[in-house]
């Protein structure tokens, strides 16, 4: 049978961000499973077109990207979303795959990032190992945030920061809870001064470069207008080795499932 694999990322117009995360999961991917084919697809409708009207570029739907694998022959496909949680975009994915189930012999499907205890401890770990904070810094990580019940994997995931003795990180999200003001709330608590703000999303493109880091109405001029020093670093979970080695492991994880169809 011949096999694909079908990354499905929310996507990113910004192509400096797009490079150093997106492109090289997917080049990783097509690295370690050389056996397959790999197919790439955004569940953004506005990135799709944005990318078309300024770029040029041409990215599938996972529908489309779907349609695409099972005209070149694909019959055994793997489906790995590079998605945080299992939320909106998530649930859209799934909605799009059951449609086309019946164009494969076999479909299975890997996890999103934080889907097991085991993956938010590593995940926390990946980041650490990666990120060097200054003396007296705080952390604050900008998650993106759902009306989705998924959007408590933020609140766990500070959670389990602490529990793993990183008790200098907080996190928030943009759309959601916790807030920019819960977050500034256990600043006081902690009564530190300096503030590194990095995103918590697979990319930093808009919300990292304009609401986390922008000049004005920001959460960098909102902590910088308290009183706190602010540092932003706008690099993307994408970037980090070993965020893209537990989408690796999720694909693995899929692959060893019996899940004929």
Not at 51 to 62: A, F, G, S, Y
Request: glycine share 8%.
């Amino acid at each position: 049978m011949k096999k694909g694999i079908l990354v499905v990322s929310f996507g990113t117009s910004h192509l400096d961000t797009m490079k150093k995360t997106i492109d090289v999961i997917e080049k990783e991917i097509a690295e370690k499973f050389d056996g397959c084919r790999v197919y790439r697809a955004f569940t953004s409708g506005m990135i799709i077109r944005k990318l078309k009207r300024t770029e040029n570029m041409d990215i599938d739907t996972v529908s489309e990207a779907l349609k695409r694998m099972a005209a070149d022959g694909m019959e055994d496909v793997i489906v790995q979303p590079t998605h945080i949680i299992n939320g909106i975009e998530n649930d859209r994915m799934m909605e799009d795959l059951m449609e086309n189930m019946p164009l494969f012999k076999r479909i299975r499907v890997g996890k999103p990032l934080l889907s097991s205890v085991e993956d938010y401890k590593k995940s926390i770990h990946a980041v650490m190992a990666e990120t060097e904070l200054r003396d007296g810094e705080m952390l604050v990580l900008m998650g993106h945030g759902t009306d989705h019940h998924a959007n408590s994997a933020y609140p766990t995931l500070e959670y389990t920061f602490h529990a793993l003795g990183y008790n200098q990180v907080l996190v928030g999200t943009v759309e959601s809870f916790p807030e920019l003001k819960n977050v500034m709330a256990k600043l006081k608590i902690a009564e530190k001064k300096k503030v590194a703000l990095m995103p918590f999303m697979l990319v930093a493109g808009d919300h990292a470069k304009n609401d986390m880091a922008g000049d004005e109405d920001s959460w960098k001029s909102g902590l910088e207008e308290e009183g706190y020093e602010v540092r932003a670093i706008l690099k993307g979970l994408g970037e980090f080795e070993g965020i893209r080695k537990i989408f690796l492991e999720h694909i693995e994880e899929a692959a060893g499932q019996a899940a004929d169809r």
